[in-house]
């Protein structure tokens, strides 16, 4: 079983709706991160969660809300989706090894389209 | 704010013809350069963590290396199988990757 796994794997909307995508992890990591990504623009934060009570605003948070449900559920969820939110999105986890900053696995990803 | 930019966008070989990809970084106090592979539809894939200039790391056909202001992906003798989209980030902060765009690394039989 994979060891980050997301929910729906393509979602297509329209204009205005709300819509969660969701992320669980089996690694046992605290630390949780959403990415979206568009063509030519490469990966780009966000939210992050280092815990349950730890949410943070990465650098493109606007339009974007999330919940940590417990250590191994992040979702994310846009309010009143946009076209220009089309993208395929990216949940990610991490650990923490004695201050030694260690990968991040990624999760198979989430096509939106937003119409 | 931190900064990566890879180069090129695309690179388009021929099996077993030996290439490099470069990753360029601007960052105060870098605390760790990470390589990735992308294969499409998926997650990017960990491949290499660097953390100070001078240091290598092979994996197969793949060896990373780093300066102060730069990473280069060196493959060599590639095969099909190594076609993907390698991503290059840098630590900011606590656990925040800076991720540059991406090199679409075709190889052709």
């Known amino acids: 079983d994979a060891d980050v796994t997301q929910t729906p794997r393509n979602r297509i909307t329209k204009t205005g709706k709300r819509i969660m995508l969701e992320c669980s992890q089996t690694?046992?990591?605290?630390?949780m991160y959403w990415y979206r990504q568009d063509p030519g623009l490469g990966l780009r934060l966000i939210y992050y969660s280092f815990d349950v009570k730890d949410i943070n605003k990465g650098e493109i948070s606007d339009g974007y809300s999330v919940s940590r449900q417990a250590q191994a559920k992040f979702s994310l969820s846009l309010e009143s989706a946009i076209p220009n939110q089309t993208a395929l999105y990216f949940c990610a986890t991490s650990d923490w090894a004695s201050g030694t900053p260690t990968k991040q696995y990624f999760g198979p990803g989430t096509r939106l389209t937003v119409t | 704010e931190d900064q990566v930019t890879q180069s090129p966008e695309a690179l388009r070989l021929q099996e077993g013809e030996s290439s490099s990809l470069n990753c360029s970084y601007t960052v105060s106090g870098l605390r760790g350069l990470f390589w990735y592979r992308q294969d499409p539809g998926k997650g990017p894939e960990f491949l290499f963590t660097l953390y100070s200039a001078g240091e290598e790391k092979e994996k197969e056909r793949l060896k990373a290396t780093l300066t102060k202001k730069e990473s280069f992906l060196h493959i060599t003798a590639p095969k099909p199988e190594d076609s993907a989209t390698y991503l290059c980030?840098?630590?900011?902060?606590?656990?925040?990757?800076?991720f540059g765009q991406g090199t679409r690394l075709t190889i052709n039989p």
């Open positions: 980030a840098t630590l900011q902060g606590a656990q925040k990757l800076v």
């Open positions: 690694k046992g990591h605290d630390r």
